[in-house]
């Protein structure tokens, strides 16, 4: 052998037996070898005899030369070369191999110039691990490589948890570039489940990056991608990737500066979008626009169950409309549109949604701008609404007056679900705090948040019943005429009754009048005061009566048609006007559905603003009429509802006023 060439020896017990051990050694120059200790390490010292050199293995080529080579001599356990490919050849000194060795051994003589080659190994050899290039399952190779093409500083951070199921890298400055680095490992990435990039600017090109690896990756199912500055741009790329996404559950849009376009991507996203389950597009700058094109999004969506739109600009026909969706929307359970300005017309919107809304539980209107009247027509939503379990709105310009319209109405709805009202910053009185122990004795665990009470409300006394009006209603009850009444106290056949014949005759009757009544009834009766009652007296008096009625129901309704041409009014009837209640209907309780039916009483209010029969109105036009319709005497309010109305309509309060020859009652 040549003086440095490597050779591998296989030691076995017996010929032909595959197990044994394996040894490296270097020839010394007159065929005799000297043991590689280092290669050897493993496998224990190997057999010495007269003569071996004690040369090291630094002498010769390193050992992943010889681990990495395929293609040499073998010696046989006799000393005779053996040709294991093209090349082969005789080396001498290998009689000394068998003089050394008891029993037979295998050498392989591995030639440096034959290292590429894959052929001549022995079954029984292994390649090193770490002399082959390995697969990265993990990614922190692909990373580094993409920092360093990129020109970007790699995160610690990054690499020490790629292989979790969560990444934070929160105000980590990443930038486009750096959010392009992440991505490239990201796509193949198995592990990380939770990607949290908030406050990092990547801006549209980062979110471009980032959109293309989540068309990719099917493993992450919460993005975060908060305060990147992504702007039009990334509102696109991000919009376009939630088409396509279906591991996505939660993503987290907040503070990227959209403007109202920028809301059709993620409208068009929650409708074709089945698996998105939250969404968070707060602190934005979504407005009226906006408001409208989102709403589209939430009439149609049928997977979000969270969405936040609070700290946007959206009111006026954006708060409507987002309204309008939510009262056909069977999916979305919590609603965050605080800190916007919804106000006195956004509220009555709400109201209107919640009548027909059957999903909603936690809603959070707070500091939108929300007053009294606002408070007074949200109460009517609440009156009907059985779902909804929380309710925030505090830090709205609402007085005791208004925080008491909420908590009468909740009171009257036997059905209710709300567990929590939260009036932050919002002063009530005794009142309220007496009604709510009343409420809380049968409820123990409803919560009511406020700053604090002060003084009670001073109650006008309750005004007297018109006595014709139970006359009338006594003989509509029983199914009489007006001829038979009169017939039952003229026992003479006169065709007409003293005024003590017809007190008697009233007090007989079971009719429920108190004495002062009854004498305000004859008073009114006897037209001619005469003293006597004739039939032609009573038939023109209840004439009078129904013409009165008529044109009772003649204002009311052009009151009605007059509000809803108001600009606080009209864009919300405008919105419901086409709302297809019988579709909705089906997912309400039959509880729920009869009391909605009751409350737009199509028998009062199908009536057009000259006092006729419209049947072209809709549900939801008739349903906003009750809500807009402030008259006691057409929803059956409480006590405290009748004193509540005059406290928050002062024009109204002080026009009724001076039409009597009174001044309004002062405040």
């Given at each position: 052998?040549?003086?440095?060439?490597?050779?591998?020896?296989?030691?076995?017990?017996?010929?032909?037996?595959?197990?044994?051990?394996?040894?490296?050694?270097?020839t010394?120059?007159?065929?005799?070898?000297?043991?590689?200790?280092?290669?050897?390490?493993?496998s224990?010292?190997?057999?010495?005899?007269?003569?071996?050199?004690?040369?090291?293995?630094?002498?010769?080529?390193?050992?992943?030369?010889?681990?990495?080579?395929s293609?040499?001599?073998?010696?046989?356990?006799?000393?005779?070369?053996t040709?294991?490919?093209?090349?082969?050849?005789?080396?001498?000194?290998?009689?000394?191999?068998?003089?050394?060795?008891?029993?037979?051994?295998?050498?392989k003589?591995?030639?440096?110039?034959?290292?590429?080659?894959?052929?001549?190994?022995?079954?029984?050899?292994?390649?090193?691990?770490?002399?082959k290039?390995?697969?990265d399952?993990?990614?922190?190779?692909?990373?580094?490589?993409?920092?360093?093409?990129?020109?970007?500083v790699?995160?610690?951070?990054?690499?020490?948890?790629?292989?979790?199921?969560?990444?934070?890298?929160?105000?980590?400055?990443?930038?486009?570039?750096?959010?392009?680095?992440?991505?490239?490992?990201?796509?193949?990435?198995?592990?990380?489940?939770?990607?949290?990039l908030?406050d990092?600017?990547i801006?549209?090109?980062?979110a471009?990056?980032?959109?293309?690896?989540?068309?990719?990756?099917?493993?992450?199912?919460?993005?975060n991608?908060a305060?990147?500055k992504?702007?039009?741009k990334?509102?696109?790329?991000?919009?376009?990737?939630?088409?396509?996404?279906?591991?996505?559950?939660?993503?987290?849009?907040?503070?990227n500066?959209?403007?109202?376009?920028?809301?059709?991507?993620?409208?068009?996203?929650?409708?074709?979008?089945?698996?998105?389950?939250?969404?968070?597009?707060?602190?934005n700058?979504?407005?009226?626009?906006?408001?409208?094109?989102?709403?589209?999004g939430?009439?149609?969506?049928?997977?979000?169950s969270?969405?936040?739109?609070?700290?946007?600009?959206?009111?006026?026909?954006?708060a409507?409309?987002?309204?309008?969706?939510?009262?056909?929307?069977?999916?979305?359970?919590?609603?965050?549109?605080?800190?916007?300005?919804?106000?006195?017309?956004?509220?009555?919107?709400?109201?209107e949604?919640?009548?027909?809304?059957?999903?909603?539980?936690?809603?959070?209107?707070?500091?939108?701008?929300i007053?009294?009247?606002?408070?007074?027509?949200?109460s009517?939503?609440?009156?009907?609404n059985?779902s909804?379990?929380i309710?925030?709105?505090?830090?709205?310009?609402?007085t005791?007056?208004?925080?008491?319209?909420?908590?009468?109405?909740?009171?009257?709805?036997?059905?209710?679900?709300l567990?929590?009202?939260?009036?932050?910053?919002?002063?009530?009185?005794?009142?309220?705090?007496?009604?709510?122990?009343?409420?809380?004795?049968g409820?123990?665990?409803?919560?009511?948040?406020?700053?604090?009470?002060?003084?009670?409300?001073?109650?006008?006394a309750?005004?007297?019943?018109?006595?014709?009006?139970?006359?009338?209603?006594?003989?509509?009850?029983?199914?009489?005429r007006?001829?038979?009444?009169?017939?039952a106290?003229?026992?003479?056949?006169?065709?007409?009754?003293?005024?003590?014949?017809?007190?008697?005759?009233?007090?007989?009757?079971?009719?429920?009048?108190?004495?002062?009544?009854?004498?305000?009834?004859?008073?009114?009766?006897?037209?001619?005061?005469?003293?006597e009652?004739?039939?032609?007296?009573?038939?023109?008096?209840?004439?009078?009566?129904?013409?009165?009625?008529?044109?009772?129901?003649?204002?009311?309704?052009?009151?009605?048609?007059?509000?809803?041409?108001?600009?606080?009014?009209?864009?919300?009837?405008?919105?419901?006007g086409?709302?297809k209640?019988?579709?909705?209907?089906?997912?309400?309780?039959?509880?729920?559905?009869?009391?909605?039916?009751n409350?737009?009483?199509?028998?009062?209010?199908?009536?057009?603003?000259?006092?006729?029969?419209e049947?072209?109105?809709?549900?939801?036009?008739?349903?906003?009429?009750y809500?807009v319709?402030?008259?006691?005497?057409?929803?059956?309010?409480?006590?405290?509802?009748?004193?509540?109305?005059?406290?928050?309509?002062?024009?109204?309060?002080?026009?009724?006023?001076?039409?009597?020859?009174?001044?309004?009652?002062?405040?």
């Amino acid at each position: 052998m040549d003086e440095g060439q490597n050779v591998r020896i296989r030691e076995s017990g017996e010929e032909g037996d595959v197990g044994g051990t394996t040894k490296d050694y270097i020839t010394t120059g007159k065929g005799t070898l000297a043991h590689d200790e280092t290669a050897s390490a493993t496998s224990g010292s190997a057999k010495s005899g007269a003569g071996r050199s004690t040369r090291s293995s630094a002498d010769g080529p390193p050992l992943s030369a010889v681990h990495m080579s395929s293609s040499g001599t073998e010696i046989n356990g006799r000393g005779t070369p053996t040709g294991s490919g093209e090349g082969s050849e005789s080396r001498p000194g290998s009689q000394a191999l068998s003089e050394r060795y008891d029993t037979p051994v295998n050498i392989k003589v591995i030639h440096d110039s034959d290292q590429d080659s894959d052929s001549g190994w022995d079954t029984d050899l292994e390649i090193e691990e770490d002399s082959k290039e390995t697969y990265d399952a993990t990614g922190r190779r692909a990373y580094i490589q993409a920092c360093k093409d990129l020109g970007v500083v790699p995160v610690s951070h990054f690499l020490r948890h790629i292989t979790t199921n969560k990444i934070s890298m929160k105000h980590h400055g990443l930038g486009p570039q750096g959010a392009k680095a992440i991505a490239i490992p990201l796509v193949t990435n198995t592990t990380v489940l939770t990607l949290d990039l908030e406050d990092n600017w990547i801006e549209g090109e980062g979110a471009g990056y980032i959109s293309e690896m989540m068309k990719e990756n099917c493993y992450i199912s919460d993005l975060n991608l908060a305060g990147n500055k992504m702007r039009s741009k990334g509102a696109k790329v991000v919009g376009e990737m939630l088409n396509d996404n279906t591991s996505i559950r939660k993503i987290n849009v907040a503070g990227n500066d959209f403007k109202d376009r920028d809301a059709q991507p993620f409208a068009d996203a929650i409708k074709n979008n089945y698996r998105i389950k939250e969404l968070d597009l707060s602190h934005n700058e979504f407005a009226e626009i906006g408001g409208e094109i989102m709403g589209q999004g939430i009439a149609a969506t049928e997977s979000v169950s969270n969405l936040n739109l609070s700290w946007n600009h959206l009111r006026r026909n954006g708060a409507i409309s987002i309204c309008r969706g939510m009262a056909e929307n069977l999916s979305i359970k919590r609603l965050d549109v605080s800190w916007n300005g919804f106000a006195n017309d956004g509220a009555l919107a709400m109201a209107e949604a919640l009548k027909f809304n059957s999903s909603l539980q936690w809603l959070d209107i707070s500091n939108n701008r929300i007053a009294d009247e606002g408070a007074l027509l949200l109460s009517k939503g609440l009156e009907v609404n059985d779902s909804l379990q929380i309710l925030r709105l505090g830090m709205n310009p609402i007085t005791a007056a208004g925080a008491m319209a909420l908590l009468v109405a909740i009171n009257n709805n036997s059905n209710t679900a709300l567990d929590e009202l939260d009036l932050t910053d919002i002063v009530v009185n005794k009142d309220f705090v007496d009604l709510l122990e009343q409420i809380k004795q049968g409820r123990s665990n409803f919560l009511v948040f406020y700053k604090g009470a002060i003084g009670k409300f001073e109650k006008p006394a309750e005004k007297e019943v018109d006595p014709l009006k139970l006359l009338v209603q006594h003989i509509e009850k029983n199914n009489l005429r007006i001829w038979d009444l009169f017939k039952a106290y003229d026992k003479d056949n006169s065709l007409t009754v003293t005024r003590e014949e017809f007190k008697n005759g009233i007090m007989g009757s079971n009719i429920p009048l108190t004495p002062r009544q009854i004498d305000k009834l004859v008073v009114t009766l006897d037209r001619d005061g005469d003293g006597e009652i004739d039939y032609s007296e009573i038939v023109s008096t209840h004439k009078e009566m129904v013409e009165n009625n008529r044109e009772e129901r003649r204002q009311r309704m052009s009151k009605v048609h007059e509000k809803r041409r108001t600009a606080m009014y009209a864009p919300v009837a405008e919105k419901f006007g086409t709302l297809k209640v019988d579709s909705l209907s089906q997912n309400m309780s039959e509880d729920r559905q009869r009391k909605l039916s009751n409350n737009m009483r199509p028998d009062m209010h199908q009536w057009n603003e000259e006092g006729r029969r419209e049947d072209v109105v809709s549900d939801a036009i008739r349903s906003l009429d009750y809500t807009v319709d402030f008259r006691p005497d057409a929803a059956m309010y409480t006590d405290e509802e009748k004193f509540l109305m005059k406290t928050m309509d002062p024009v109204s309060r002080g026009a009724s006023a001076r039409s009597r020859g009174r001044s309004p009652m002062p405040t």
